[in-house]
């Protein structure tokens, strides 16, 4: 596919996605219940993290264990920042700068430190857990920023909501939803213009081969380091998006969260970004419902799906639905069809 045929398809992926979502704003909030809408934007902002990993790990080639680590930083910067400025939309800003800056700091020494792929996945997975375990030992008085008290294993239950700029009305379960559809398509928007710009196709390059990247003038480190603070950003806006749908904890630290962020893009499709959106949304439906049930930990479900696609669909639910697509569409080799296609070229 050449850049331009590439650039084509994209744009009318983002249109077609626009569509959705105009369509999503203006139906669903009149038609579902306000338990479901709730629900459904609590999936949105998954699906915000979703993207943050498939276009870091995607199209950037950085396996990060640590995922959950910028997206628990984002709700709580959120969270201490609206409690202690009393401004939702400073405490906005917060919540996408401070992961940011911390992964810019991480990033630093891991990418600039030159650390393979293993002790990167390693050290970012430790970063988490040392988070998750010092969260979760906040509890009392004592631990607090200003007037947030950070709370421990409980977290911070009165984390305010979203307020409208200027007025300081909060949003409504029905304005969260539409400020959730907004901006996982702006996500996305900006994650398929970011990987067609110089800077995507350089980051592309170093994914494909650092060596050569580096050779032809590109400065490997560099790169990797902006991506990485990129995909920070974007998992921390996810976080503000969780911490208003549902209230922060520190289980957004937790293990079991940076590994549902691995396995949304290992079964969606790795290299695409529609694929990790659908299939966040997917098992997330499915785990609700079988917690619903009671009749197995939703876990063990999530870890068999992940197995059965690594082994039996490892290019993930996108490629291979569009390689099915495609092999329906080709006519059969000696048909009138596939004679006119073969004259044609």
């Not at 993207?51 to 930083?73: E, T």
């Amino acid at each position: 596919m050449t850049l331009s045929t590439f650039c084509r398809a994209s744009g009318t992926h983002v249109a077609l996605a626009a569509v959705a979502m105009l369509a999503a704003i203006v139906i669903f909030p009149k038609v579902a219940p306000l338990y479901t809408l709730i629900n459904v934007t609590l999936y949105m902002s998954m699906g915000v993290f979703a993207l943050s990993l498939a276009l870091l790990w995607g199209y950037g080639g950085i396996l990060c264990f640590g995922q959950s680590a910028f997206f628990g930083l984002g709700a709580y910067a959120y969270a201490i920042a609206a409690i202690n400025f009393g401004d939702t939309t400073l405490a906005s800003a917060f919540a996408i700068g401070i992961p940011a800056l911390f992964a810019a700091g991480l990033g630093y020494f891991l990418f600039y430190g030159r650390l393979s792929d293993v002790y990167l996945g390693v050290i970012t997975l430790t970063v988490t857990l040392i988070l998750f375990k010092l969260i979760n030992s906040t509890g009392g008085d004592a631990w607090r920023i200003g007037e947030a008290r950070l709370g421990g294993f409980n977290g911070i239950p009165n984390t305010p909501l979203l307020t409208m700029p200027f007025t300081g009305i909060p949003l409504s379960p029905a304005n969260l939803f539409t400020l959730a559809c907004i901006a996982l398509f702006a996500t996305y928007a900006l994650c398929k213009r970011l990987i067609t710009t110089r800077f995507g196709r350089a980051v592309i390059a170093v994914r494909e081969n650092e060596v050569r990247a580096e050779l032809l003038g590109y400065n490997a480190r560099r790169l990797k380091l902006a991506i990485f603070v990129i995909s920070a950003g974007i998992a921390g806006l996810a976080g503000l998006l969780f911490a208003n749908s549902v209230f922060v904890s520190p289980t957004m630290f937790s293990l079991s969260m940076a590994a549902q962020v691995l396995i949304w893009v290992v079964v969606g499709g790795l290299g695409t970004l529609f694929g990790p959106v659908a299939a966040c949304f997917a098992l997330q439906i499915a785990a609700a419902a079988l917690g619903k049930l009671g009749l197995i930990d939703p876990n063990i479900v999530l870890g068999l799906v992940l197995v059965v696609f690594v082994v039996f669909v490892p290019g993930g639910i996108q490629p291979a639905l569009a390689a099915l697509l495609a092999r329906i569409l080709t006519p059969p080799r000696g048909s009138p069809g596939h004679m006119r296609e073969e004259a044609a070229r």
